[in-house]
């Protein structure tokens, strides 16, 4: 008897120890980075290092807001492009579709999440970037090789198109029935009860689901790199090159060690990058914690 | 009186149209996009698949567009994620168990271990990659298999847990009670636990193992890249995703085309993956009690 006891009671304590560092992740994360990016932080303002444009590694220079404005654009062009379609496709889903059409989507939206980035970044330089240089960009601009803002959005934009469909129908099927039962029962269509009654009751959901929609694409690294373009300059509008901070960081961990300051550089990169996602994902995972909530 | 109703059903039905028409056309386009990407993928790697490919390691020229494939990059992801998605198992099985049979529903811990989680879940992996870099440091590593392994095995654990609670949610607490009050202690639970949440940890395992595998930003720090098949831990380990990424670099059409191939070969093995995931979904949960 005693024996099982113990036996549970060192099980509780092993567990228990294992949760509180698996948590400590967090915190062994942003210190890491932190003491990591120190130097650089020493070495100029923080404000300096926000908001200067100036990007000389060997002379020490690192201003870190085109690659800011770089991941600004990129993101919310993504997600310009991505919630409108997934609005529309968890809507469906959840309020029009009958199950058999729910057999065939899910799959999809299974592979779509399940592709790795690279592949994304291989179908993103084959069909998107040639696409832009040749039929989108001559109407705009004399020339454009297609590595752009705008391929880095389309193609990350559908990147995140599954996470936002599947948090958005699990947004939208906490709203209860009963309340679609009353609108119907008042003569609403099912357009005016999606509309006023399910995405209405559903706002603070949709918003919490979009935060997190943009903290997944600032962080995606490699298929924005291999269609950005990548080049260090503030972009100008959607047919510029840009440079987004997770590009910046893969694209030159191999030189890193020679130039004084450069780690420090990137990890201060690092830490910004994680800093952001940090805050986003906190708050908008504390509002559909509370969404969950309410549904049961 | 009569004819103001029908202006208004008529004006209701054209909305009604517009928006089903509107949610068609956007599942039309996730449609078209699965589409684009499968056979865009498919069609340019199959003209450069061979047996060679995925039976060879990389022989002298083969940057340059001579003999060999890239066998090293297949081994190289397989002994990562093998390696690491038993290390996820290790530590999520045992967080997963704690927190929905040690905790109560409303516990104060629990909520921040799963807040803690999905913030993980949330982290790019340019940042764990990172991250990995300086504790190798720390650790005077270079990069190397070991690297690579402690960094996905970061990478998934917070995928592994998340995954399996959502499994365990609907978790019957009368099983539970009924285990409790037979006199068995919670630890003694397990068993029933483990069995009833089987199906949501193979889930869990594939869906991590397809995430680890498609990884390239946090590997690329800390595996770094190889001709040969490691055989230690300390060697540095090819992966698939930076086998594409490299090769397409390069200017010769030879082994762009090779990039094209492994490419292929990754898309099949996640493909794989998230076809049985489903079906492991669908087939098990019939067994289930709840």
């Known amino acids: ?296 | 009186m009569n004819n103001k109703k029908n202006k208004v059903t008529v004006g209701k039905r054209v909305k009604e149209f517009i928006a089903k028409s509107l949610m068609w056309i956007s599942m039309a386009i996730v449609f078209v996009l699965v589409v684009s990407v499968l056979w865009t993928i498919f069609s340019k790697g199959i003209k450069a698949m061979s047996w060679d490919m995925v039976s060879k390691l990389p022989g002298g020229g083969f940057y340059i567009g001579k003999e060999g494939g890239f066998l090293n990059a297949i081994v190289g992801s397989l002994m990562i994620v093998g390696a690491s998605t038993l290390l996820g198992l290790l530590v999520s099985v045992p967080v997963v168990f704690f927190l929905n049979v040690y905790l109560t529903k409303g516990s104060r811990l629990a909520y921040v271990a799963r807040l803690a989680f999905d913030v993980l879940f949330g982290v790019p992996s340019i940042v764990y990659g990172a991250f990995g870099f300086t504790v190798m440091i720390w650790f005077g590593l270079r990069t190397s298999l070991l690297g690579g392994i402690i960094v996905i095995t970061l990478l998934i654990i917070p995928i592994f847990i998340r995954t399996m609670d959502e499994a365990s949610r609907n978790f019957p607490t009368g099983i539970l009670d009924a285990c409790l009050s037979l006199g068995a202690t919670r630890w003694e639970t397990l068993k029933v636990v483990v069995r009833q949440i089987a199906p949501g940890i193979a889930t869990a395992t594939l869906l991590s193992v397809g995430r680890a595998i498609g990884d390239a930003a946090s590997v690329m720090f800390t595996a770094g890249y190889t001709d040969s098949i490691p055989t230690s831990l300390s060697q540095p380990a090819a992966t698939l995703p930076l086998a594409v990424f490299f090769q397409l670099s390069s200017p010769i059409p030879e082994v762009v085309d090779r990039a094209y191939a492994a490419a292929l070969v990754l898309t099949a093995i996640v493909l794989l993956l998230s076809i049985a995931g489903r079906f492991i979904t669908a087939q098990f949960s019939r067994n289930k009690v709840s």
């Open chain 1, 1 to 296: 008897m005693n024996v099982r006891i113990l036996k549970d009671r060192t099980a509780k304590g092993l567990m228990l120890t294992m949760t509180v560092v698996a948590i400590l992740m967090v915190v062994a994360i942003a210190i890491g980075l932190y003491l990591k990016s120190r130097p650089v932080l020493e070495s100029q303002s923080l404000s300096s290092l926000l908001f200067g444009s100036q990007w000389k590694p060997l002379k020490g220079q690192f201003g870190f807001l085109p690659f800011l404005m770089g991941t600004v654009w990129v993101t919310l062009l993504a997600i310009a492009f991505a919630l409108p379609i997934s609005l529309l496709t968890a809507i469906f889903i959840t309020e029009y579709a009958r199950p058999m059409v729910k057999r065939f989507v899910f799959p999809v939206l299974d592979i779509l999440a399940a592709l790795p980035s690279v592949i994304y970044g291989v179908w993103g330089i084959l069909v998107v970037v040639p696409w832009i240089s040749k039929h989108v960009a001559p109407h705009f601009v004399d020339f454009s090789t297609g590595y752009t803002v705008l391929a880095a959005g389309i193609v990350l934009g559908i990147m995140v198109l599954p996470l936002l469909v599947s948090l958005f129908i699990e947004v939208f099927s906490s709203v209860p029935a009963e309340l679609r039962e009353a609108s119907l029962s008042l003569g609403a269509t099912q357009w005016q009860t999606a509309l006023r009654v399910v995405v209405r009751r559903s706002l603070s959901g949709i918003l919490a689901s979009s935060v997190l929609a943009v903290s997944r694409a600032m962080g995606e690294t490699i298929a924005v790199l291999m269609v950005c373009g990548c080049v260090v300059g503030m972009p100008h509008g959607l047919l510029d090159a840009c440079y987004p901070i997770p590009a910046l960081i893969a694209n030159n961990y191999g030189e890193m060690l020679s130039i004084p300051l450069y780690e420090s550089a990137l990890m201060f990169a690092a830490l910004i990058l994680f800093v952001v996602v940090l805050i986003f994902n906190l708050l908008s995972r504390i509002v559909l914690y509370r969404i969950e909530k309410q549904n049961e």
